[in-house]
């Protein structure tokens, strides 16, 4: 077997090369470079990093006896590789020219490693199952992908401090694989083999009680997949046959892109932009190979898919259904839902259409489908789970089973329904990680799938604008508060339970009880009382009020609809709140700003806030900052003159008062560089105080400015890592 240092084939971007046979792929296709040019593409490659000289160049391609016009052929090479590779002189992003010096590979460039050698083996029927790194999985291969179109292998570079990661996770899903097990209606069956594809942690994962629905797709050789780099959304397109993770380029005017689905040949991406949390965005066509965004007339969805004709496309808007050829008719009214549809997916003949549909008051997600002759809407598995926690269901290549996802306890995993049947499913999967957002294989029966596995840390931005560990006993809170003295502080962790303490530590206390899913809390200003936006399982946000001491909860709003951000003003007599952005949950009643007063438990509506959410109360009561529906603006009431002023246009989430009302603190969450920026009041005077995406060595995956610390330190929950891709063969 060839030693894997010896490889000839090197990657890097969406490119490929093999140095022995002189061809170069891109994303699996085949570019044409002469010559030349490849020879001093492959000496650049030698050395990424380094300054290649001319006087080197010219010794090793042309010899030193060799009578050229140097500088001409050099110079002609050189623009060829950047032709091949859609690359700029003046914006480099492979060859860089350092004047009358020489060249300068400044990609990453990693060196392919030969396919692991696969030996034949039987695995006995009591074997366990287990939970695999693909790299180990010989004794039990995947369905071998070279029946699917053949492409070059793609390999991502990985840093030391990743592999040391990997290896503990490897270690961790080995020693949890005993809890896997497969559902009692399918005792008799050999379990299926999981095996991990992709190791770096960095997937989009869905948040099924929202509009994020992380849909992946397949080409066959290639899956394509949403990641989350440093809050911003991309997609990836990762090599089954290894794992290996390249970045997609694609263009800019889908500046976050989400999926929809693929082309029945495999050909094209429907994306959405993610970037503005409006539900409704835009719909785009983009080659997998790359190439220009191709707007769909002017239709505004939250998800789509192709119709089986490989023509026509299918888009979810509101509650209905339409179809429309790209750029050739006028939208088609194709059906009408009993809620919003995504994950729209058909059976490969063409007859039934499988979607999930979720209700954005009580945040549960359900399973639907209708035939293609009568277009009629039918409910699956009603009751199966409770709350109902069934979506985004896939067919296999040929049509003979459909596997979901579902929520039990909890705990996301992966089921099998046998063709059309509707009823009985069979559980595929059990834990340890969270198994979601299945996407079948374009031939045979293979299934992949996310195993989400979220870490985090919580930081702290000092004056200067460095940002710390916080490994103190907040190291897992997610969102906090401070009392008005400092003395206390009360936060939210990622179960969503709420946590009261002293300043220093002491004096922990649990204050909500567990089922009860706490997104955040706020002091009263005498400490006494705390307000807090919380649900119920399978219900609808409200906001409680919960004694600081610990005791009994009760509900101050219960109007059958999303209440939340809850903020106190200043003399304790009023609780100001919002609703929720479609980010959460598209509701069709109009939104905005209201006041609850506590004496008469009364609400009114805070004038002229329609289109407002998230309201943040000054503590001194003269001002309340809110944010626009698409979080693009920051708006200010002042209560003495009764109107509002935009105060930043840029963009904002989770506003935070300084203590003395003189600042307003939000995370500019918009914008690519993840800033905390800090406003001053009244004048809105902006100040950068970080760029969260520029402040680490390695690259996080997304943030959440938890609030203030005393002293107005901003705190903030930085996401790690998210999970990775999994397969596993129905039919071994």
Not at 363 to 383: C, E, F, I, M
Not at 592 to 598: V, W
Request: hydrophobic share 35%; with cysteine.
């Amino acid at each position: 077997m060839q030693n894997p240092v010896q490889n000839p084939r090197l990657t890097f971007g969406l490119f490929e090369i093999d140095l022995e046979t002189g061809e170069l792929w891109k994303a699996g296709f085949r570019i044409k470079l002469q010559s030349q040019p490849f020879k001093v593409l492959a000496c650049l490659l030698e050395r990424p990093g380094q300054i290649i000289t001319r006087e080197e160049l010219q010794l090793r391609l042309w010899g030193k006896d060799t009578v050229v016009d140097f500088d001409h052929s050099l110079g002609t090479a050189v623009n060829k590789i950047r032709e091949a590779l859609g690359d700029s002189a003046d914006n480099p992003r492979f060859v860089e020219t350092l004047s009358r010096r020489g060249y300068r590979f400044v990609a990453p460039v990693t060196r392919v490693a030969p396919p692991p050698q696969v030996l034949p083996a039987e695995e006995p029927a009591a074997t366990p199952p287990a939970v695999e790194k693909a790299s180990d999985a010989g004794s039990a291969p995947p369905e071998p992908l070279a029946a699917e179109p053949a492409a070059p292998p793609l390999r991502a570079e990985r840093n030391n401090g990743i592999l040391y990661l990997l290896l503990a996770t490897a270690t961790t899903l080995t020693a949890l694989a005993s809890g896997y097990f497969i559902g009692h209606q399918r005792t008799s069956v050999t379990p299926p083999h999981i095996i991990q594809i992709t190791h770096n942690g960095h997937l989009a994962p869905s948040g099924n009680a929202t509009e994020n629905f992380a849909a992946e797709v397949t080409d066959g050789p290639y899956l394509y997949a949403p990641t989350l780099e440093s809050g911003h959304y991309g997609l990836t397109a990762i090599e089954l046959a290894g794992g290996n993770s390249i970045p997609m380029q694609i263009p800019s005017d889908v500046a976050s892109p989400t999926l929809g689905d693929i082309s029945p040949d495999g050909s094209h991406l429907l994306l959405r932009d993610h970037l503005s949390p409006e539900s409704e965005q835009p719909l785009w066509v983009v080659p997998t190979i790359g190439g220009s965004a191709q707007r769909i007339g002017s239709v505004l969805a939250h998800d789509a898919t192709w119709m089986p004709d490989g023509i026509t496309i299918l888009y979810a808007s509101g509650n209905d259904l339409f179809t429309t050829r790209s750029g050739t008719s006028s939208p088609e009214h194709y059906a009408t839902l009993p809620g919003r549809a995504f994950w729209l997916r058909w059976q490969p003949n063409g007859k039934l259409l499988r979607f999930t549909v979720i209700d954005p008051i009580t945040h549960t997600v359900a399973l639907y489908q209708l035939n293609a002759s009568d277009r009629q809407p039918k409910r699956l598995l009603a009751g199966f789970s409770q709350p109902s926690g069934e979506c985004c269901g896939v067919w296999t290549a040929d049509g003979s089973q459909f596997v979901f996802q579902s929520s039990h306890g909890g705990t996301d995993n992966l089921w099998q329904l046998t063709g059309s049947a509707t009823t009985s499913p069979i559980q595929l999967t059990d834990g340890p990680l969270q198994f979601q957002s299945p996407v079948a294989s374009r031939t045979g029966h293979r299934i992949y799938f996310q195993g989400v596995d979220a870490r985090s840390e919580f930081e702290r931005v000092s004056p200067t604008g460095d940002v710390t560990a916080d490994d103190s006993f907040l190291a897992g809170a997610v969102r906090l508060d401070y009392s008005r003295d400092g003395q206390w502080v009360v936060w939210t962790d990622s179960n969503g339970l709420l946590w009261r303490a002293r300043a220093d530590g002491r004096e922990r206390l649990q204050l909500s009880p567990d089922g009860l899913d706490v997104f955040l809390a706020r002091w009263s200003p005498d400490g006494k009382q705390l307000v807090a936006m919380a649900r119920e399982p399978g219900k609808a946000w409200r906001i409680y009020e919960i004694p600081s001491s610990g005791g009994s909860i009760k509900p101050l709003v219960d109007d059958a609809r999303n209440a939340a951000d809850p903020s106190w003003s200043n003399d304790g007599t009023t609780i100001a709140f919002g609703r929720l952005n479609d980010t959460l949950g598209k509701e069709n009643a109009e939104r905005g700003i209201n006041l609850l007063h506590l004496d008469t438990g009364k609400t009114e509506p805070l004038p002229n806030s329609q289109g407002l959410f998230s309201p943040r109360w000054s503590p001194d009561g003269h001002y309340l900052a809110a944010l626009t529906l698409d979080q693009r603006e920051v708006r200010l009431y002042n209560f003495a003159t009764k109107s509002w002023t935009t105060i930043t246009s840029d963009s904002g989430a989770d506003p935070v008062w300084s203590s003395d009302s003189r600042f307003l603190y939000v995370h500019a969450s918009l914008d690519p560089s993840q800033p905390i920026e800090r406003i001053s009041i009244p004048d809105g005077k902006v100040t950068v105080l970080v760029r969260l995406a520029d402040s680490r060595a390695h690259g996080a995956v997304d943030y959440v400015f938890s609030g203030l610390a005393p002293g107005d330190v901003p705190l903030i929950r930085t996401r790690i890592f998210t999970g990775n891709l999994f397969s596993l063969d129905l039919k071994q």
